[in-house]
């Protein structure tokens, strides 16, 4: 279930999400602008610079936030991240039905990443985030004080660490096109594979697949792979 805010232009993206299966009962159109972005992708390296319009996505309100939660039961997944208003406030009502919150601080902001540690269970930050987040708060990357948290590293893998023990997977070896989105891939992977029951070390290789199909190809949600595509590429020797 996506819940969201779209300007009048935007039709096109709530149909989009609907046609891979996503329930859009809970994304409202609203007079402004749909969020969006502009994209700058180096050659060679895929590596990106992004730059955001923010438009619709600072038109939540808690009306609807609270109407969409209203369908979750205990031990579902609210997934958070920096581009929309009310975070905090979507988390705090979902802790308090015992969902589990799950946030990714990006677009990131130190200050605001700070006020949702309390309230999440899964921290997902890059190494860059990650170690700007530790300076904030004098600590070091490896002790945020969050139950679990998921650390990307581009081309070296990801880290990850819980209550019980922390984690290393490597990152398949593929030439680059488009990192853009790879990060948001590796997550909804990650979250469909541990909410499937799958231990920490299977969903990390299971999100590091998914990721590496998508940065080969152009653009950002049309590149991110189908499942029976990841199922097919880590079946492959």
């Given amino acids: 279930i996506h819940v969201g805010a779209i300007g009048p232009e935007g039709g096109w993206t709530r149909d989009a999400l609907a046609s891979h299966g996503v329930d859009t009962t809970h994304v409202a159109e609203v007079p402004t ?33 609270e ?16 581009e929309t208003n009310l975070a905090a406030e979507a988390a705090r009502v979902a802790r308090a039905r015992g969902l589990s919150v799950a946030y990714s601080a990006a677009p990131f902001d130190a200050d605001h990443a700070t ?33 679990s948290c998921l650390i990307t590293l581009g081309s070296r893998g990801a880290r990850f660490r819980d209550t019980t023990a922390s984690h290393h ?24 594979a541990r909410d499937e029951g799958q231990p920490p070390a299977d969903a ?8 590496a199909i998508q ?3 152009p653009g950002t949600a049309q590149a991110i792979p189908s499942r029976a595509e990841v199922d ?6």
Avoid at 67 to 82: H, I, K, V, W, Y
Avoid at 232 to 237: C, D, K, R
């Fill in 115 to 147: 006020a949702m540690l309390p309230l999440v269970g899964l921290l997902v930050v890059n190494e860059v985030e990650a170690g700007q987040l530790a300076a904030a708060l004098g600590t070091t990357a490896d002790t945020l004080p969050v139950p």
């Fill in 169 to 192: 997977a490597p990152a398949f070896k593929v030439p680059p096109v488009d990192t853009t989105g790879a990060g948001d891939t590796y997550l909804g992977a990650f979250l469909a």
């Fill in 232 to 237: 097919s590429f880590l079946a492959a020797p």
């Fill in 67 to 82: 109407l969409a939660l209203e369908t979750a039961s205990p031990g579902d997944t609210l997934l958070l991240q920096n």
């Fill in 33 to 65: 602008a749909t969020g969006h972005a502009i994209v700058m992708v180096e050659d060679g390296t895929g590596e990106n610079a992004i730059l955001i319009f923010s438009g619709a996505n600072l038109c939540q309100d808690m009306a609807r936030l």
């Fill in 204 to 211: 990390l290789r299971f999100a590091a697949a998914a990721a």
């Fill in 215 to 217: 940065v080969t190809r």
